[in-house]
């Protein structure tokens, strides 16, 4: 497989998703803007790494045999080795990055360049994983792993919106920022990875089948009740929630966009 199919197979969803959150954006970010927060989020990946294989040795790096490792310490290192540190690079670069732009004057700019970081992350690591396991991954990938990143990213951004809008209580909304989507982020590696088990015959694969799409769905619908709380009217929302135009989530009106959610 050549370089440029490589880059396309691993970057098609990150563009569309990417388009979609600047278009649709009533009063659009400069796209040389949106384009910077997407290199900060592709360089996070780099730290990430580092820190995920220090922070999966100290667990013994249970990760490295899935099916055989015990469900409580998969799930730990799953949240903590890898959803922890992902979420926190993208957080510390976003955090970083958005302290010093002007362009970042509305509540809901901070969920497009919180998503953008998470696009650009998913990018790079996109890349990597089409390299090390072939074009195959590409499409599972598309459809569950890039949505998700963006997903933790709405969540990210939703809460870095209500800290910044906020006297009481901003600390608590910029810990929820981070610990928020590293929880989601954790609990869909570690499904990811205790799936083996099912390949193995050591448990029903329907069971994980379903517990994934139950995670998927319900982190969607939190991203939903996130979203609700910001919108003001006629203001749109994150790509992977545009199935949701027109309906009462785009509709609520700016009184509910004043009331942090819980």
Same mark, same amino acid.
Not at 56 to 72: K, N, Y
Not at 143 to 151: E, G, T, W
Not at 206 to 226: K, P, Y
């Given at each position: 497989?050549?370089?440029?199919?490589?880059?396309?197979?691993?970057?098609?969803?990150?563009?569309?998703?990417?388009?979609?959150?600047?278009?649709?954006?009533?009063?659009?970010?400069?796209?040389?803007?949106?384009?910077?927060?997407?290199?900060? #989020?592709?360089? !996070?990946?780099? @730290? *990430?790494?580092?820190?995920?294989? %220090?922070? /999966?040795? =100290?667990? #013994?790096?249970? !990760?490295?045999? @899935? *099916?055989?490792?015990?469900?409580? %310490?998969? /799930?730990? =290192?799953?949240?903590?080795?890898?959803?922890?540190?992902?979420?926190?690079?993208?957080? %510390?670069? /976003?955090?970083?990055?958005?302290?010093?732009?002007?362009?970042?004057?509305?509540?809901?700019?901070?969920?497009?360049?919180?998503?953008?970081?998470?696009?650009?992350?998913?990018?790079?690591?996109?890349?990597?994983?089409?390299?090390?396991?072939?074009?195959?991954?590409?499409?599972?990938?598309?459809?569950?792993?890039?949505?998700?990143?963006?997903?933790?990213?709405?969540?990210?951004?939703?809460?870095?919106?209500?800290?910044?809008?906020?006297?009481?209580?901003?600390?608590?909304?910029?810990?929820?920022?981070?610990?928020?989507?590293?929880?989601?982020?954790?609990?869909?590696?570690?499904?990811?990875?205790?799936?083996?088990?099912?390949?193995?015959?050591?448990?029903?694969?329907?069971?994980?089948?379903?517990?994934?799409?139950?995670?998927?769905?319900?982190?969607?619908?939190?991203?939903?009740?996130?979203?609700?709380?910001?919108?003001?009217?006629?203001?749109?929302?994150?790509?992977?929630?545009?199935?949701?135009?027109?309906?009462?989530?785009?509709?609520?009106?700016?009184?509910?966009?004043?009331?942090?959610?819980?």
């Amino acid at each position: 497989m050549s370089p440029a199919q490589v880059l396309a197979l691993a970057s098609g969803p990150v563009i569309v998703l990417l388009h979609v959150i600047w278009s649709v954006d009533r009063h659009r970010e400069p796209f040389g803007n949106v384009f910077k927060y997407l290199l900060v #989020g592709g360089a !996070t990946i780099w @730290p *990430a790494i580092v820190v995920e294989t %220090l922070a /999966l040795r =100290a667990f #013994g790096d249970p !990760t490295s045999d @899935p *099916a055989h490792t015990p469900i409580p %310490l998969l /799930l730990v =290192a799953s949240v903590i080795g890898i959803g922890l540190v992902e979420e926190l690079v993208k957080y %510390l670069g /976003l955090s970083f990055f958005a302290r010093r732009d002007r362009h970042l004057d509305e509540r809901f700019d901070w969920v497009v360049y919180a998503v953008t970081v998470s696009l650009g992350f998913a990018l790079v690591e996109n890349v990597k994983y089409v390299v090390d396991f072939g074009p195959e991954v590409a499409m599972p990938r598309a459809l569950f792993a890039v949505p998700a990143h963006a997903l933790c990213g709405t969540l990210m951004g939703c809460r870095l919106a209500r800290a910044a809008g906020a006297g009481v209580g901003a600390t608590k909304q910029r810990v929820l920022a981070l610990v928020e989507p590293a929880l989601w982020h954790g609990v869909y590696d570690f499904l990811a990875f205790a799936s083996s088990r099912a390949e193995e015959g050591q448990l029903p694969g329907s069971l994980f089948d379903a517990l994934f799409g139950l995670l998927v769905l319900l982190h969607w619908t939190r991203c939903v009740n996130q979203v609700r709380g910001l919108l003001v009217e006629g203001e749109p929302l994150p790509p992977v929630l545009y199935p949701l135009r027109g309906t009462k989530y785009a509709r609520r009106a700016g009184a509910r966009s004043s009331k942090p959610d819980a």
